[in-house]
């Protein structure tokens, strides 16, 4: 089955800096790959995705990179503000999504 | 207002003793999910459905059991078999195919005393 697995474990980084997770998936047949933000207490929430035929993707201050060759992707946050901090999950999918072990994020003012 | 719900946000249990999440959605959706997460864990997949009166068994559905006996509705109980149930307990729904996003309830934190 896939597995997917995600670095940093903690990122710690001063508003208005940039924060960059990476992932690396096992399974070619992967095509889809989300990022999921957890706040404290709720569930997780979709904020950006890539499928397998596209190799970047930007949406405001956040954009996602596919290196399909190398099977890894990488979430881009530009400009942090207070509000970025949470516990960010990559994902991807063959016939189930799989996720990494999360990454917390913590924006220092 | 569409969503998932999950309740009750907080249980407790005795060792021994069967429980019941509640998950219910009115997105529409035909796919539903139910996830367990440990403090530095990804998400583990346990049950999933991908319509009424069909479920297939995820990565670690040992001492937990699910029905869909309505579109709406996915509830899981987590047995006493399951050896170490302790864990909060997320439910999500989409509608098929390979690229549709997953839509998350709150959640549930189970606590076994």
């Known amino acids: 089955g896939e597995n997917v697995e995600q670095h940093p474990s903690t990122l710690s980084v001063q508003e208005g800096d940039s924060a960059v997770i990476k992932c690396t998936y096992s399974?070619?047949?992967?095509?889809?790959f989300p990022w999921y933000k957890q706040e404290l207490g709720k569930g997780p929430q979709l904020i950006i995705d890539i499928r397998s035929n596209v190799g970047e993707k930007k949406d405001q201050r956040i954009a996602v990179t596919l290196n399909k060759t190398a099977k890894h992707f990488s979430l881009h946050i530009t400009e942090t503000q207070p509000e970025d901090s949470a516990v960010y999950f990559c994902?991807?999918?063959?016939?189930?999504?799989?996720f990494g072990a999360g990454t917390t994020v913590t924006v220092r003012a | 207002d569409g969503g998932i719900t999950q309740s009750p946000k907080y249980l407790f249990r005795k060792e021994g003793q069967n429980v019941t999440l509640s998950c219910e959605q009115n997105?529409?959706?035909?796919?539903m999910y139910w996830y367990r997460q440990d403090p530095g864990q990804g998400l583990r997949l346990i049950y999933y459905?991908?319509?009424?009166?069909?479920?297939q068994k995820g990565d670690i559905a040992e001492g937990y059991s699910v029905s869909r006996e309505k579109k709406e509705s996915f509830p899981l109980t987590v047995t006493s078999a399951q050896k170490n149930p302790t864990a909060f307990y997320l439910c999500?729904?989409?509608?098929?195919?390979?690229?549709?996003?997953?839509?998350f309830g709150p959640g549930t934190r189970l606590t076994v005393l």
């Open positions: 459905s991908q319509i009424v009166n069909d479920f």
């Open positions: 997105l529409n959706h035909d796919a």
């Open positions: 399974d070619s047949a992967s095509n889809y």
């Open positions: 994902a991807a999918r063959d016939y189930k999504l799989s």
């Open positions: 999500a729904s989409s509608i098929t195919g390979s690229y549709n996003e997953q839509f």
